[in-house]
């Protein structure tokens, strides 16, 4: 399995501001994706980060709430944008990596005041 | 859409006993159903998978059932232990799109 890893590890942000959290693994992956996992809730996936191109959205999520980069085969970005109390959850990458198997990072603890 | 419907919610059971987790799917196109652990504060972690083309697969104490007919899929532990004490997850997808869809968990307390 791949060595992933997430920063920031957990902030408090102010409600209308935007956080953008790093996923970073340790070699190439084919796929990277992104999770919301809410207080005691199971894992909901926000998109499918691609590489070279725009990401693919899950219904109710929206590029202009969830920016998503993916310059490469390594590393990823997820921006939450003009947050709200709604938005504190653990944001989760994970990665696919040569077979089927995901692999999930340790993830980043959000809380919004 | 698709839906994964997991079950039950709760499970306690006695330290040595069987526990027994089971899963419904929607897509009849899902073609591979993985198990994740997760610990409080920690990462899902993946313990065991299941493809479309086989029945059954078991790992130490921890088996798979899939019955494709039926869609349904379960995860057995034997001799529980209270390290297995954590929530489960089930999960299902397509090859093509590798979305995962997850069920809604199962809080396992496994006590001495």
């Known amino acids: 399995s791949a060595v992933i890893s997430q920063k920031p590890s957990r902030d408090i942000c102010q409600r209308g501001t935007s956080l953008t959290i790093q996923c970073q693994v340790d070699?190439?992956?084919?796929?990277m994706f992104w999770y919301r996992q809410q207080p005691g809730q199971s894992l909901t996936l926000i998109a499918t980060?691609?590489?070279?191109?725009?990401?693919?959205?899950e219904s109710g999520f929206v590029i202009d709430k969830f920016p998503i980069s993916r310059p490469n085969l390594t590393f990823s970005t997820l921006t939450v944008s003009n947050m709200s109390p709604e938005d504190s959850s653990i944001y989760l990458c994970?990665?696919?990596?040569?077979?089927?198997?995901?692999?999930f990072g340790p993830g980043t603890r959000l809380t919004v005041t | 859409g698709e839906n994964v419907e997991q079950h039950p919610s709760t499970l306690s059971v006695q330290e040595g006993d069987s526990a027994v987790i089971k899963c419904t799917y929607s897509?009849?196109?899902?073609?591979?159903f993985p198990w994740y652990k997760q610990e409080l504060g920690k990462r899902p972690q993946l313990i065991i998978d299941?493809?479309?083309?086989?029945g059954e697969k078991k790992d130490q104490r921890i088996a798979v059932t899939l019955n494709k007919t039926a869609k349904h899929f379960s995860l057995h532990i034997t001799e529980t232990q209270p390290e297995d004490s954590a929530v489960y997850f089930c999960?299902?997808?397509?090859?093509?799109?590798?979305?995962?869809?997850f069920g809604t968990g199962t809080r396992l307390q496994v006590f001495p």
């Open positions: 070699s190439q992956v084919t796929m």
């Open positions: 994970s990665v696919r990596t040569g077979s089927y198997e995901q692999y």
């Open positions: 999960a299902a997808s397509r090859y093509n799109t590798d979305k995962l869809i």
């Open positions: 897509d009849s196109a899902s073609n591979y």
């Open positions: 299941i493809r479309s083309n086989v």
């Open positions: 980060a691609n590489q070279g191109s725009e990401a693919t959205y």
